[in-house]
């Protein structure tokens, strides 16, 4: 840290994202990146743009929140673009929570929240989930305090339904309430539906996991009018030129292919389900994902040894470190090969270790 470093984020801790290592060729299922390249479109539209990179990006993102506001059947004022899903997060810390205005939200979720609460100065609570890792969602009904909820949540993979998201959502009218669907597309149920109905629902989406674009950057928020223009106001006062134009004609481009996206994850649930199977036989306890990841633990081996060994043999997976979640792994589902490969490292490393 130099000198200079400001005092209000000396306690800061960042967020760490999955390893990217560039020593080997892995197999790599520890980022929940898609295993599919998006299509030729997408990808010649965002070459077309390069030719035009002296020219700042348009601010209103107007193409791409018109094709978001057909494809999610929303008013075009209900969409924010941002530069992956995590800057609509950012905004909303920023936007809606505040010394007097805490949030709440799972122990075991996603980690950068508790990061952007406290790049944001903003206080925090987490609830714990229950036993069999599942979020409670009585306990946030009526709470009074701002809420953000990854749904499906990561990395457990679990889902609340729709009905118990509306029941948070209804039960808190003073306070805000971000759902996370990151993962929604892999057998989650969308509140984008809902936001007509509710000025406090702020729903959060992106482009990185169902439509192949992890590396272009693209988020998407639906709220109500004004609370997509606060939104606006903090994305103004940052860099109104946050999505730049190669992602931007690969956003509108890849929401023309929604048939070829609906198939991958229907690829990517069919593979979960024979990951889960297949990591069942061999003795491990997988939850019931509703993502494009599983997240299992076995007692025949540590969560940090697995996580080890395979990648010795080339293949990455994520571990998180400390408390509940400690003897479990996370497993990005690649490609039907992929996954063989995995589940055969898996089960020689098991082997190994018997004797
Ligand atoms: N929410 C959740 C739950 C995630 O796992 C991720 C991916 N790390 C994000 C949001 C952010 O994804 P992106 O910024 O790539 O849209």
Redesign the pocket.
């Known amino acids: 840290m130099s000198k200079f470093f400001s005092d209000k984020y000396a306690a800061l801790t960042p967020y760490v ?2 390893e990217q290592p560039k020593d080997a060729q892995y197999i790599k299922l520890n ?2 990146e898609s295993p599919f390249a998006p299509p030729l479109s997408v990808v010649q539209a965002a070459t077309a743009e390069a030719g035009k990179l002296q020219l700042y990006s348009d601010p209103e993102c107007t193409p791409l929140i018109e094709h978001a506001a057909k494809t999610w059947q929303v008013k075009k004022t209900q969409v924010i673009a941002t ?5 609509v ?1 950012n905004f909303a810390f920023m936007a809606f929570c505040d010394k007097n205005h805490p949030i709440v939200f799972p122990d075991i ?2 980690g ?1 929240y508790s990061v952007f609460a406290q790049l944001n100065g903003i206080p925090y609570e987490t609830i714990p989930s229950k036993e069999d890792f599942s979020v409670d969602y009585r306990q946030y009904v009526g709470i009074g305090k701002n809420i953000v909820i ?1 749904n499906p ?3 457990t993979g679990l889902a609340l339904s729709r009905a118990q998201i509306e029941e948070i959502v209804r039960s808190n009218p003073d306070n805000v309430v971000i759902v ?1 669907e ?2 929604v597309d892999f057998g989650g149920e969308s509140c984008v539906p809902l936001i007509d109905k509710y000025d406090n629902l702020l729903v ?6 169902s439509r192949s674009l ?1 590396g272009g ?3 998407v928020g639906f709220g109500c009018e004004s609370l997509i223009a606060d939104l606006n106001t903090l994305r103004f006062s940052t860099n109104p030129y946050n999505v730049n134009r190669m992602t931007m004609a690969a956003g509108c481009a890849a929401l023309c292919e929604e048939e070829y996206f609906r198939e991958k994850c229907a690829d990517i649930m069919r593979t979960r389900a024979y990951t889960t199977r297949a990591l069942k036989e061999l003795g491990f306890e997988v939850l019931d994902s509703k993502t494009n990841f599983v997240f299992a633990q076995t007692d025949k081996i540590t969560g940090e040894e697995l996580y080890k060994q395979l990648k010795a043999r080339g293949v990455l997976v994520r571990h998180f470190k400390g408390g509940r979640i400690e003897n479990f792994n996370r497993i990005t589902i690649g490609t039907k090969e992929q996954m063989d490969v995995f589940l055969q490292k898996v089960k020689e490393i098991l082997e190994e270790n018997e004797v």
């Open positions: 994202p999955g980022t929940n530069n992956g899903s995590d800057e997060l979720t996603y950068f990854a949540n990561a990395p996370d990151a993962y959060t989406q992106t482009f990185s996991k992890a950057r693209l988020g």
